[in-house]
């Protein structure tokens, strides 16, 4: 009936390719064959559903009086988006529990929040989400769908499920060094205004995510021949932390609920148990000698294994698993199901083969820093180390791109061609030098997104340009600088960019330059070289 061969490069539309907005036939029933053919849509996201992208950005869900539940959504696009007809819903099978009020209005880039208490008081309003849903702090889900005036669903949804959370502690939407979005507690205080006098609080930018008591440090999860799989987690508290329910028994709390691992099964075993300031341990699969595994792994003394019946059941999976550290909440009575005992995210490591990951092939996965979120493949790297390093200090984060190279490939027998700086071992379109910049496996194909944005906004009737790309902030013997071009043949370099620390471990390279409609369309590139 019709057909159309499109392309990422100029002269079609190349906002399309990984920023988020979709192409758009200009006449229906004109020609298709061509670029010129085509236009960007108006927002990011398309414009199936004829409406901007609006993300679920903050969830608080355990909230005790004068605090309520509250849902934030955030609009990245550089439009106002009317939600009104819009719906929430705790249950994507079931998604219109609650119409957004008419004429809702979150501005561009900024934030829209609803309260859950449809009871605050006498002459209170009505249009809370709780006259719909209610959010359980045992654990629940938030999804938003696009809708019309005439109640039909429009195409677009958001959302996420999450564990249960600890009271006060908001869920946040994150958006990690590899370009992923994750849900993870928020460090700090809710961002948003909790009010249960006004259905519609307002919203804030979010903090960091919350890191904190203990971490997953170390997995090995496709060891050598004759090797053992194993978990490390470490205690980053600077204190004793212990590893069960510290509600007092007053207030409901229950100190024989221990902490555990979601992803393989395990509990950590024992009476009250604790983990020194800085303890490491170290869990195997159940059935596996501690002591072996410490003479095999040359494991300190003073280092806990948890082993033989008391290691974890299951198995890592090769191509992918999630790891959850868990610790107990004060139990909850549930009627028709008796006593609950919510286990809250501490740390969560949800590693793949997929290319973003470091590949174990033999060897452990280390964390690099402690302190940055866990779910995050650019915060990992492949153990120098044959054997890993269990129960001692990490590898120290490999440093310029010789040293990366050598790893991955000297040392896993590749070498000759496509292993230099400007080639392209895997073919996945990213050469190894940017494979490096951007923290990913060279040998094995990747679906990174390009990491280069661009877009623009309007301030008081003055357009501003802005163009940015984020890559990992250790990797110091780079030079990257940004060109511009008009005609593919002369590239300009632009000399005022500035650096952005994100704080989980990569920097945005930076560049606004206002414009102009008179000027012609500009190209931009960004180069990636080593420094000489």
Do not use: C
């Not at 993870?184 to 948003?192: C, D, E, F, R």
């Not at 207030?251 to 950590?268: A, E, K, Y």
């Not at 302190?371 to 990992?380: K, P």
């Not at 310029?400 to 080639?423: A, H």
């Amino acid at each position: 009936l019709d057909f159309l061969n499109y392309d990422d490069e100029s002269p079609w539309p190349i906002e399309a390719d990984g920023q988020g907005y979709s192409l758009v036939r200009k006449v229906t029933n004109g020609p298709s064959y061509q670029a010129s053919d085509w236009e960007l849509s108006a927002n990011r996201g398309g414009s199936a559903f004829g409406g901007g992208v609006v993300l679920v950005n903050e969830i608080l869900s355990h909230t005790d009086l004068p605090q309520t539940d509250v849902i934030e959504l955030y609009n990245p696009g550089t439009e106002d988006v009317n939600i009104g007809g819009w719906y929430l819903t705790d249950d994507p099978i079931n998604p219109k529990k609650y119409v957004i009020p008419s004429n809702s209005i979150v501005p561009a880039g900024g934030y829209w929040a609803v309260n859950e208490d449809n009871n605050a008081s006498p002459g209170a309003p009505l249009n809370y989400f709780g006259t719909s849903f209610s959010l359980s702090s045992r654990g629940d889900a938030v999804y938003l769908f696009s809708g019309d005036s005439q109640n039909r669903l429009t195409g677009y949804s958001h959302g996420t499920e999450f564990r249960a959370t600890q009271n006060g502690v908001s869920i946040i939407r994150y958006i990690n060094g590899a370009g992923n979005e994750i849900f993870v507690p928020q460090s700090g205080s809710p961002t948003l205004e909790v009010n249960r006098f006004t259905a519609f609080p307002d919203g804030y930018p979010n903090n960091s995510p919350r890191v904190e008591l203990a971490v997953i440090s170390e997995i090995s999860y496709e060891p050598k021949d004759g090797g053992s799989e194993y978990i490390e987690i470490t205690n980053i508290s600077d204190q004793v932390l212990p590893l069960y329910d510290i509600t007092s028994e007053q207030l409901g709390g229950d100190p024989n609920n221990n902490w555990s691992l979601d992803g393989v099964g395990f509990t950590f075993p024992g009476n009250q148990p604790v983990l020194q300031k800085d303890e490491i341990v170290l869990i195997v699969p159940k059935g596996v000698s501690a002591n072996q595994f410490r003479i095999n792994y040359s494991v300190p003394d003073d280092i806990t294994i948890y082993g033989d019946e008391q290691g974890f059941d299951g198995a890592l999976n090769n191509a992918g698993e999630k790891i959850v550290l868990l610790r107990p909440d004060k139990p909850d009575f549930v009627v028709g199901q008796g006593i609950i005992v919510p286990m809250i995210e501490v740390d969560a490591v949800d590693y793949d083969n997929d290319g973003q990951w470091p590949l174990g092939e033999g060897r452990s996965i280390e964390r690099i820093n402690n302190l940055i979120v866990g779910n995050d493949s650019t915060n990992w790297q492949r153990s120098q180390s044959e054997m890993g390093t269990p129960g001692v200090q990490n590898s120290e984060p490999v440093s310029g791109y010789s040293s990366w190279s050598k790893l991955q490939f000297d040392e896993n027998g590749i070498s000759g061609p496509g292993t230099g700086p400007i080639d392209d071992y895997d073919s996945d379109g990213l050469t190894n030098l940017e494979e490096y910049a951007y923290g990913l496996d060279p040998r094995f194909v990747s679906n990174f997104e390009d990491q280069m944005i661009v877009r623009t906004s309007e301030t008081n009737g003055v357009k501003v340009l802005s163009i940015e790309l984020k890559v990992k902030k250790s990797n110091d013997d780079l030079v990257l600088s940004l060109q511009s071009t008009d005609d593919f043949k002369l590239w300009s370099d632009i000399v005022e960019i500035s650096s952005i620390d994100n704080g989980d471990g990569t920097i945005t390279i930076l560049h606004n330059q206002t414009v102009s409609d008179s000027v012609g369309r500009l190209f931009y590139r960004f180069l990636i070289q080593l420094a000489p």
